[in-house]
């Protein structure tokens, strides 16, 4: 009976702590992952990145002000064909895009199903009913973010983020914010590592299962700590940059340059934007 009861005991200890590592460590493998993508060979990632940068501004842009679900549909197949070309496995990419869509966005389109007014095309109980517009508005905005979120990942799994953010300066975007998003990007792979270490360390010295308070006061500790170690770490970290060099902007060895083959895909995706907006 106790033999039994054993697993029931070693899953009941499993508290915040384990989920906390099991999540960070979730986080960082799917960005190495990512990165991984990046570097292999393929056709988004073959091209390059400030015309990757303009095509997927010019896409999303024909999404937005496309009027016919064919047409969105037709994009979001082409986005599948791209990753499968660009060496992307289709069931981490349409995990990736579907994952939390239909939650998030659900929550604004559920309500269309009922109070957009039009023919009858479900009755259910409680005397609601589905309307045939209210279904075709709801189908509308699922698709529109399905597609400009596929489209925006397709973007950063197939370019470096170093290479994304030189892109970003060729195109006159503000030196202050680029700065931002490359701290903000590696900070957080930093304080991931360091939230990871923290609660493995305190794992490694907790031998029983925590109570509530326990639980809640050991994670008000655990964000002081690391706050105060993000604030030092951070004063340290612009001290070293400065010292090598640093001078308000990051500068890389990347080189950018378009060939034959870019100019024939910007040209392609000027021709989709041109009818997914004229068609509507």
Do not use: D, N
């Given at each position: 009976m106790s033999q039994l009861a054993q697993p029931s005991r070693l899953?009941?200890?499993s508290g915040f702590i384990e989920r906390t590592l099991i999540d960070i460590n979730n986080t960082l493998e799917q960005s190495l992952f990512a990165e991984k993508i990046a570097h292999k060979k393929g056709l988004l990632q073959a091209l390059d990145a400030r015309l990757k940068v303009i095509a997927m501004?010019?896409?999303?842009?024909?999404?937005?002000?496309?009027h016919q679900l064919v047409i969105i549909a037709g994009l979001y197949t082409g986005a599948l064909i791209l990753a499968a070309v660009s060496n992307i496995s289709l069931g981490f990419f349409i995990k990736r895009v579907w994952a939390f869509i239909p939650f998030f966005t659900g929550i604004v389109a559920?309500?269309?199903?009922?109070?957009?007014?039009g023919p009858a095309l479900a009755h259910l109980p409680l005397g609601l009913v589905i309307t045939r517009t209210g279904a075709l508005t709801a189908l509308f905005l699922l698709l529109r973010v399905g597609t400009s979120v596929s489209m925006a990942t397709l973007f950063v799994l197939t370019t470096p983020w170093n290479s994304v953010l030189k892109a970003l300066g060729v195109l006159h975007v503000p030196d202050v914010l680029i700065l931002t998003l490359g701290m903000t990007y590696r900070y957080i792979?930093?304080?991931l590592h360091l939230a990871n270490d923290m609660f493995l360390s305190r794992k490694s010295r907790i031998l029983r299962r925590l109570k509530g308070t326990e639980e809640r006061r050991l994670m008000a500790a655990t964000s002081g700590i690391l706050l105060g170690k993000s604030l030092q770490l951070?004063?340290?970290v612009y001290l070293a940059m400065e010292s090598r060099g640093f001078r308000g902007y990051p500068h890389t060895m990347d080189r950018f340059q378009m060939r034959w083959f870019d100019w024939a895909a910007g040209l392609v995706v000027v021709l989709l934007t041109l009818l997914a907006i004229v068609g509507r």
């Open positions: 899953k009941s200890r501004l010019m896409l999303l842009l024909a999404v937005s002000l496309s559920l309500p269309a199903l009922f109070i957009t007014p792979h930093l304080l951070s004063s340290e």
